[in-house]
């Protein structure tokens, strides 16, 4: 499907305005007419409905959700026996439950920190589960959505044995590794600039570079998202205890789930089962427990069981589809403490990763 580019039809719509002047009666009704004809060969689409559940479609034909992710044991990670397993790949499953009713049917895609944006927006992924933090830039220029955020992280210092525990300023002259182009080199220099610290910035191309720099002894320090760096050191340090998280968090970092911007209907499924997710949490309705709710009339509660109005047919699903992912997958807290939390090797806190009746910050919309 061909579209028009924005950007050079407003270029040529001016062009043709000034051609007419005089004639704006007839103008505006021939413009798409013209259009049209300018674009022969390809078929022109109205941008503002554009691909709106052209995504769904598209997965339901294949029969699995193409999947990107940046692979670390407990975000995402390939066992032994091939299967993928981690915190974002249960996104992945989650979303799978809801359009396609399975949620194994899930082609996972092992991308870069890099390479992930062009895999998303040439279709090779639907949706990327992975370390990308919610920016303006990402949101706007890029073309691309972020549904809404499943991780609250802070951009925070991992280092050596050659780092005193504490805080970073007594690292004073280190070397600190960063991977290139991202959000967390602009705010390491950001923050080098404004405390005045001389570090060396060792740019390196990808997250597993900057890891084997840093684990390797080329950098002293390794600076990216709290949470990753735990997970990192934990699972691939050959000491993990002669590593240490330094004291200070430099960053916001919501984490959250990418789609491009040119299907709604996507981005609305995407977004509502991860706010099912929380509430699901928020209602203490697990994976175990999910198919004994009764009797609830229009409660949340309802809609989370599959026993009220889930809105199914204005997301394009079938009708329990919110039963599907918590009886598959479970919920959000189920999620993290597998992965993450106490039921996870690394036995993470959940801190701003709680429910808002529990000091964090997650909590979901109302479902009526």
Known sequence: MTRLDPIADEQWLSAFQVTCAGH??????????????????????????????????????????RCGTNPILGFGFQGVSGRWDGFFIDFCRAVAAAVLGDAEKVDVVSVETQSRWDALRSGDTDI??????????????????FPGIYLYDGQRFLGGPTVHPGSVRQAEGKSVCVIKGT???????DFLTRTDLELTVITVASDEGAWLSFSKGRCDLFVNDGI??????????S???ANHLLTEVISKEPLGPVVRADDHQWFEITRWVLNILVAAEEQGL?????????????SDRAVLAGLGNDEAAALGLESGWSLRVIKQVGNYGEIFDRHLGM???????????????????????PLQ
């Open 343 to 365: 039921n996870s090797p690394l036995k993470l806190e959940r801190g701003l990763n709680a429910l808002w009746t529990e000091g964090g910050l997650m909590y979901a919309p």
């Open 228 to 237: 990753g760096l735990a997970l990192r050191n934990v699972n691939h340090a």
């Open 286 to 298: 697990t994976q175990a427990t999910i198919s004994r709710v009764e009797g609830v009339g229009g």
């Open 239 to 241: 000491d993990p205890t």
């Open 128 to 145: 990327n589960m992975d370390g990308a933090t919610w920016t303006l830039g990402r949101d706007t220029a890029m073309g691309f959505d």
């Open 24 to 65: 704006e009666r007839w103008f505006r009704p021939m413009v798409w007419v013209a259009a049209l004809v300018l674009n022969v060969g390809g078929v022109m689409v109205d941008p503002a409905t554009a691909a709106n559940g052209d995504t769904a479609r598209d997965i339901r034909a294949r029969g699995e959700i």
């Open 183 to 189: 959000t967390a080199e602009a705010n390491l220099r």
